[in-house]
T-cell receptor, first 113, second 120 residues
């Protein structure tokens, strides 16, 4: 059974710092991995999608990497800003005849001005 | 496209009442998912559809929950009778694998804003 873990559960950093959020999964047979952002009381906004054949994806100050063999993905945020404060979730889309997305519990990020 | 649209955004009801949540997926998406989010359990997949057909409902907590997708642009999640422990935010999401073979980004999941349910 696929399990997705995100560490740390919460993170507080000063503005301008570069930071890394971690996502681990137990079964490497994934179809893709997606990072989301969730603001309080809102839905999930897709940030980056990495297909199983890819190693990384970049969008602006965000870079996500994927290492299937080790069951890990990282989300790198450069030059963090107070507007980056939110909960970040990763989700893996499992393969093998099913199209479920399994979510981690998220990392709650606070960037201090 | 307007994205995934859910209604109502907020619902407050009394225990025992029927609750119906609605979802309009992104046009052209062939997968629709219903999730429930709580502080204790995070995001849980309840059920998903492919081309309007329920594929996996193993996450539906009990028979009080039912979901339908009568056509490609509409789905409902119904709780009857509702209980206080059903209080949560219910999300609908949609996705498409239609371009899998072209190699373009596929399987990206798009969420609605959610329906916050409170059962008193």
């Amino acid at each position: 059974k696929q399990e997705v873990t995100q560490i740390p559960a919460a993170l507080s950093v000063p503005e301008g710092e570069n930071l890394v959020l971690n996502c681990s999964f137990t079964d490497s047979a994934i179809y893709n991995l997606q990072w989301f952002r969730q603001d309080p009381g809102k839905g999930l906004t897709s940030l980056l999608l990495i297909q199983s054949s890819q190693r990384e994806q970049t969008s602006g100050r965000l870079n996500a990497s994927l290492d299937k063999s080790s069951g890990r993905s990282t989300l790198y945020i450069a030059a963090s800003q107070p507007g980056d404060s939110a909960t970040y979730l990763c989700a893996v889309k499992v393969g093998r005849g099913t199209y479920k997305y399994i979510f981690g519990t998220g990392t709650r990020l606070k960037v201090l001005a | 496209d307007a994205g995934v649209i859910q209604s109502p955004r907020h619902e407050v009801t009394e225990m025992g009442q029927e609750v119906t949540l609605r979802c309009k997926p992104i046009s052209g998406h062939d997968y629709l998912f219903w999730y429930r989010q709580t502080m204790m359990r995070g995001l849980e997949l309840l059920i998903y559809f492919n081309n309007n057909v329920p594929i996996d409902d193993s996450g539906m907590p009990e028979d009080r929950f039912s979901a339908k997708m009568p056509n490609a642009s509409f789905s409902t999640l119904k709780i009857q009778p509702s209980e206080p422990r059903d209080s949560a935010v219910y999300f609908c999401a949609s996705s498409s694998l239609a371009h899998f073979w072209t190699g373009s980004n596929t399987g990206e999941l798009f969420f609605g804003e959610g329906s916050r349910l409170t059962v008193l």
